[in-house]
């Protein structure tokens, strides 16, 4: 477990704050992905995004006590310990019309895994539960785009980024805790995995 010491991500104990769980791309694919962030606030008005570090969602946004973290933390530790470092690929533009566009991620059978003994664990140890009690499948993917992307910018820019090649591959070695500082997002803390690669691969293919 890696306690981050941002400035913007300390607690007060008295409270209850909001926090998810996601899989964060290492520094040089952030990167990149942060450059198309901006390029859709220059271009499609659309700054939502830049609102959290690029990610890849495994437990959406919930409430918890900061005086319990301690308890969320524990299991988040113990849980990241008995799993492996997890490939993940992504390839291409995707989209969620008519408002969120975003880089798609490879549903392989380890991410595939990893999300499910995840969530339930979660529930069944911590009580977190899904936003919507509906069955979804989960779709990984790596948002750019959303909720302030007009409808008219969405089928301008998809237009662009339907068909854009782009492909980054790297091995998730942890998970990250992310907290809610009233403005935006900021990882709070790091969870290792169990396995750690001697050489974490990076490849990056922009077209």
């Keep these: ?22 899989l964060l791309p290492p520094p040089a694919i ?37 005086n319990d973290l301690p308890r969320l933390e524990n299991h988040l530790s113990q849980f990241a310990l008995s799993q492996l470092s997890v490939p993940i690929t992504l390839q291409g533009f995707a989209a969620f019309a008519p408002r969120v566009i975003y880089i798609d991620v490879l549903q392989t059978p380890e991410l595939l895994r990893l999300h499910q ?30 909720r302030d992307l007009t409808v008219q910018n969405f089928n301008a820019a998809w237009a662009q980024f339907q068909s854009r090649s782009l492909f980054f591959e790297f091995v998730a070695t942890h998970l990250t805790l992310l907290i809610h500082n009233g403005q935006c997002w900021t990882p709070y803390q790091t969870f290792p995995f169990l396995e750690q690669p001697s050489a974490l691969k990076v490849g990056v293919s922009d077209a």
């Design 117 to 146: 003994v995840l969530t339930t664990m979660l529930a069944e140890k911590l009580a977190i539960l899904p936003p919507s009690r509906d069955i979804r499948s989960f779709c990984p993917h790596l948002t750019v785009a959303f």
């Design 30 to 66: 952030q990167e990149e992905v942060n450059g198309i962030k901006q390029h859709f606030v220059e271009h499609y008005q659309s700054r939502a995004a830049l609102r959290s570090p690029p990610h890849i969602t495994l437990q959406p946004p919930f409430t918890w006590l900061c």
């Design 1 to 22: 477990m890696t306690l981050l010491g941002h400035p913007s991500a300390t607690v007060n104990p008295s409270s209850s704050n909001r926090f998810f769980i996601a």
